[in-house]
């Protein structure tokens, strides 16, 4: 059964840092793998998504990497941001459905 | 327009209560998905629907009815519930042709069972 792991579980950075989420999975059968950013009671917004084919995603000040066969991912932030204050979700895709990380909670200070 | 709604957005029941969640898309996906999500917890798969068929269902209690009445809509019918089945219960769609498709979710409904 996969097993996604995400490290750490929480994060506090002052304003204008840059940070790497961690994000591993147990099996490498997948089709793809997600970055969601969740507000606190909120839904979940997609960030990128990184097929297995691909090693990295970009999207504004947002870069994910895959490394599919080591089981890892990776979220680079640049230049952090209060409104960068969410919970980050990596879930990967198999061919039931999506497989969710329990998530690291992101704190940026003003 | 890439929005999946759901409704109602906060919702409370007695354990004897009969009530429905609903979700729609009209992105003109065929697979749509109920997920369970607790505080502090990822969400958890329920139940997919592909081409409004059932395709997946994560053992969930029969307390539990989904039901996809056409391509657009998906419900979730709540009978005799317990506390500890309150949580958000997300919505998502994607295109089930592709295994590479992202998926999309609504913003939840969160629910209280007293």
């Known amino acids: 059964k996969q097993e996604v792991t995400q490290i750490p579980a929480a994060l506090s950075v002052p304003e204008g840092e840059n940070l790497v989420l961690n994000c591993s999975f147990t099996d490498s059968a997948i089709y793809n793998l997600q970055w969601f950013r969740q507000d606190p009671g909120k839904g979940l917004t997609s960030l990128l998504l990184?097929?297995?084919?691909?090693r990295e995603q970009t999207s504004g000040r947002l870069n994910a990497s895959l490394d599919k066969s080591s089981g890892r991912s990776t979220l680079y932030i640049a230049a952090s941001q209060p409104g960068d204050s969410a919970t980050y979700l990596c879930a990967v895709k198999e061919w039931r459905a999506l497989t969710f990380g329990s998530g690291t909670r992101l704190q940026v200070q003003p | 327009d890439t929005e999946v709604t759901q409704t109602p957005k906060h919702l409370v029941m007695g354990m004897t209560n009969k009530k429905s969640l609903k979700c729609e898309q009209h992105m003109g996906h065929r697979a749509m998905y109920w997920y369970k999500q607790k505080a502090k917890k990822p969400p958890e798969l329920m139940f997919v629907?592909?081409?409004?068929?059932?395709?997946i269902n994560e053992s969930v209690p029969s307390r539990f009815s989904p039901e996809c009445p056409n391509s657009s809509l998906l419900n979730l019918h709540l009978h005799a519930l317990q506390p500890e089945d309150s949580a958000l219960y997300l919505c998502?769609?994607?295109?089930?042709?592709?295994?590479?498709?992202?998926?999309?979710f609504g913003p939840g409904t969160r629910l209280t069972v007293l």
């Open positions: 998502a769609s994607s295109h089930p042709l592709s295994n590479s498709d992202t998926q999309y």
């Open positions: 629907y592909s081409y409004e068929k059932l395709s």
């Open positions: 990184i097929q297995s084919s691909q």
